[in-house]
């Protein structure tokens, strides 16, 4: 009876539940579920890599770093940018392989970093599917624009904001005008503001001689970049990112903290893209007035000491230089050609000097002599498969655009001596059979993924176009080409100002320049 009474008493001051009415099976609490599901407290299914949970409550699906051999290779790939061997040949076959796959979930599920704007999920798509195969050059088996770019950008905000930024530039273009094109462009503009304060948040406490700082912010910078070209930015803008790409660079340089390349290192990658692409622009926007672009007086010295960084970094010929990367470096050279001879006129010398005229024949030499690096797949496969075909059909059509830019780089040196001179008519026979020659290869390369760094050499040759049915197949193939970019447009106008113009000076690639002071133009090229 004291019993009973103790029990009643004891349940009557219980506030929480009664005992149990049933009995429970005796087992230990899983603890492989997902990581997500843990911190929730739910039941997880342990379907992997997403479990029915965090599917149907549209959260990112994480696990444990302590995971199976397959399933680490694709958490790496997508924390680090590492993409499996096996994941690499997916890749290779272009008609088939989905860029989308490459997305996080994290992304793909609602992760709020990136839920900047509505129209998110549509510029990630435009950018994995138009974006990045426009901006490599050729159909590289594994393009470093996706495969490197969009899994960091999955986890890194910074870098995913100026990926679709970059992509809002580039569709908003295309679009027809009307709402939709307005509202991406509103979206893109977000977009990019959050990149700039970022940016500015992370210079403010970076630590410059740490590697791992620096990377994911040379990759920022990098499409920085080639976001102020495709939104039609002032040139300044581009000047200015180059040059703070370029001191990142230095500041790396001298911490002695580049490392060999290994193609399992996500770092050597995004430094070997990131250099590639600020290369590619230096040398390619030499041809802008100086006063715009800073380059050849403000990148050279800090240029020079990258190029061989990039020579230990990059394991292939370069996904945007594609094996010319010999003849872009030639440009800057060619342009202090004309810098010299202008500091020649200043000081009273009439005619070129024979030290002068030395260094032109030796660049001159240089320019005939440089062969396409990969020459050797050009003969005929011993075993004729469909994967030899392809590559030799796509090295002829690397070697066409390697072409395009060597009479590029002829007629920019052909000029050179005039200085502030006009051309004399010699000058225009020898210029003319290099324009015809780069108009010829630029037919043949139209719509074809070679084409894509062969603008420096087609406005060269614009500049000095004469014939007035080419103009206009000039002026239309710019507008209506496959890239559909905004600065395109921006170049066929300076071009037309060109060859409206009746100043003798307005003539050649210093004609260029010469009407963009003029009119007050900017133009970048990509």
């Known amino acids: 009876m004291q019993a009973q009474v103790e029990v009643s008493q004891g349940a009557a001051t219980r506030t929480g539940a009664p005992y149990p009415t049933k009995f429970r099976l005796r087992h230990s609490r899983t603890k492989s579920g997902c990581l997500m599901c843990r911190r929730r407290k739910k039941k997880c299914d342990e379907t992997r890599p997403h479990c029915s949970s965090c599917l149907k409550s549209k959260v990112p699906c994480e696990w444990p770093e302590t995971t199976s051999a397959g399933v680490q290779d694709q958490r790496q790939a997508q924390t680090q940018g590492y993409t499996p061997k096996s994941a690499q040949y997916g890749l290779s076959n272009r008609q088939n392989a989905n860029p989308l796959t490459l997305v996080s979930p994290s992304f793909k599920y609602g992760n709020p970093a990136y839920d900047l704007t509505c129209d998110s999920s549509r510029l990630l798509q435009h950018y994995v599917t138009e974006t990045a195969a426009i901006l490599a050059t050729g159909t590289p088996i594994v393009n470093p624009f ?15 904001h100026i990926v679709l930024a970059l992509s809002g530039a580039h569709l908003s273009y295309k679009l027809p005008s009307g709402d939709d094109a307005t509202r991406v462009e509103a979206s893109m503009r977000k977009h990019y503001l959050q990149v700039i304060r970022s940016v500015q948040n992370t210079i403010a406490v970076a630590d410059f001689k740490n590697t791992d700082t620096i990377s994911p912010l040379l990759l920022t910078l990098a499409f920085l970049c080639h976001y102020e070209v495709l939104a039609g930015s002032p040139t300044s803008a581009l000047s200015m990112h180059l040059a703070a790409l370029s001191q990142l660079f230095h500041r790396l340089s001298e911490s002695h903290r580049a490392k060999a390349p290994s193609p399992n290192d996500p770092t050597d990658e995004t430094v070997a893209l990131s250099l590639e692409v600020l290369l590619y622009l230096a040398f390619s926007n030499v041809i802008l007035p100086s006063h715009a672009f800073n380059s050849p007086n403000a990148v050279p010295d800090q240029v020079a000491n990258s190029c061989c960084l990039l020579s230990q970094t ?20 060619a342009k202090s050609l004309h810098t010299w001879r202008l500091a020649e006129e200043q000081a009273g010398i009439g005619a070129p000097g024979t030290e002068f005229e030395a260094a032109l024949d030796d660049l001159s030499g240089r320019i ?19 994967v030899n075909h392809d590559r030799l059909v796509e090295h002829e059509q690397q070697a066409m655009a390697a072409e395009c830019l060597r009479h590029g780089l002829h007629i920019y040196t052909l000029v050179a001596p005039l200085g502030s001179s006009p051309p004399s008519p010699s000058v225009r026979r020898s210029v003319e059979s290099h324009v015809a020659a780069v108009v010829e290869l630029s037919e043949r390369l139209e719509g074809l993924p070679a084409s894509s760094n062969t603008l420096w050499a087609i406005v060269v040759a614009g500049s000095c176009l004469e014939d007035e049915g080419w103009r206009r197949e000039l002026a239309a193939g710019l507008v209506n080409s496959r890239f559909q970019m905004r600065h395109l447009s921006l170049i066929k106008v300076a071009l037309e100002k060109l060859w409206e113009d009746d100043d003798p000076r307005a003539w050649g690639p210093h004609g260029l320049e010469f009407v963009m002071r003029k009119h007050g133009l900017s133009i970048s090229i990509l």
């Open 368 to 386: 005939s002599g440089w062969t396409l690096e990969g020459d050797e797949i050009l003969q005929p496969p011993s075993e004729p498969t469909s």
């Open 146 to 160: 996706l495969t490197c770019v969009v899994p960091k950008a999955c986890w890194d905000p910074t870098l995913m």
């Open 314 to 333: 990059l394991s292939s010929n370069g996904a945007i230089f594609a094996g010319c990367r010999g003849l872009f470096e030639l440009i800057p050279v």
